[in-house]
């Protein structure tokens, strides 16, 4: 009986050492990168994401002009995507073969659109992708970082109607589960905006465009959803600021004033 046992205690300590070595691999490379990156060593940082992002009429193009010179920052966010259709077209893995050091990820705007190519459910797929990206990026030996859904800038009566909540949420709560870093942007934009009167917050906007449902075709719309240089300055900076709190080790990587531009 003795024999028996000693048998099976030793079955279950070599099952144990297989279960958690291999949790032990997976956080030995999230360790080594972190502990480069306190070297002082050059970063990758890898922007994925959706307009709101892109360097065009996004908040990636103010982070990125404010990190230093050791940092390469990229920018894989693309106009019109969720986080079904960034991984259907392939953008996904393309992002993936950049090879970062950490991934700053942001979805939600495409991901409430109705067309099947990209709709996603807040408490369903959208939360199921969002572990998808963080299972990819850790299994290259990168960080994850989760980014809540940059704030659209419409009113009424007088506060910012807040309608990406249950995406919000939903990023929250996955960053939660997967002990993730997640860096609230949807919140703080939210905060910043109810300061302010629409007229103020439309000085953030890229654009104006004839509406063509105007009697006059030249009436501008403002676009209240995508940034011009200053919302690209001001929230880049406002989730730069909101990466280092989260991530100390990435503090000496950003900035304290001015910007640059790679």
């Known amino acids: ?103 700053l990820i942001q979805f939600g705007h495409n991901d409430q659109k109705p067309d099947a190519a990209r709709h996603t459910d807040p408490e369903t797929t959208y939360a199921e992708y969002l572990r998808r990206y963080i299972r990819d990026v850790r299994a290259i030996g990168a960080v994850p970082v989760l980014v809540t859904s940059l704030s659209r800038r419409t009113y009424r009566d007088g506060k910012v109607v807040e309608d ?26 939210t905060k910043l905006l109810d300061g302010m009167t629409q007229e103020e917050a439309d000085g953030f906007d890229a654009v104006t465009y004839p509406d063509a449902k105007a009697e006059n075709a030249a009436t501008p719309k403002l676009d209240r959803t995508h940034l011009n240089a200053k919302g690209q300055a001001v929230f880049g900076r406002m989730v730069a600021e909101s990466l280092v709190k989260a991530r100390a080790e990435l503090r000496p990587y950003v900035l304290a004033g001015g910007s640059k531009s790679l």
């Open 1 to 103: 009986m003795q024999k028996t046992n000693a048998g099976i205690s030793m079955v279950a300590v070599c099952f144990l050492m297989l279960v958690v070595g291999a949790g032990w691999g997976q956080t030995s490379l999230g360790d080594a990168r972190r502990a480069r990156v306190r070297e002082g060593v050059p970063v990758k940082i890898v922007l994925v994401g959706d307009s709101t992002v892109n360097a065009g009429g996004g908040w990636g193009k103010g982070f990125c002009d404010i990190v230093t010179a050791n940092v390469t920052c990229v920018n894989e966010a693309l106009n019109g995507r969720s986080t079904k259709s960034f991984i259907d077209e392939g953008a996904w893995a393309k992002a993936l073969a950049d090879k970062g050091d950490y991934y």
């Open 164 to 189: 990406l909540n249950e995406y919000a949420d939903a990023a929250r709560r996955v960053g939660m589960e997967e002990n993730v870093t997640v860096i609230d942007l949807n919140a703080m934009s």
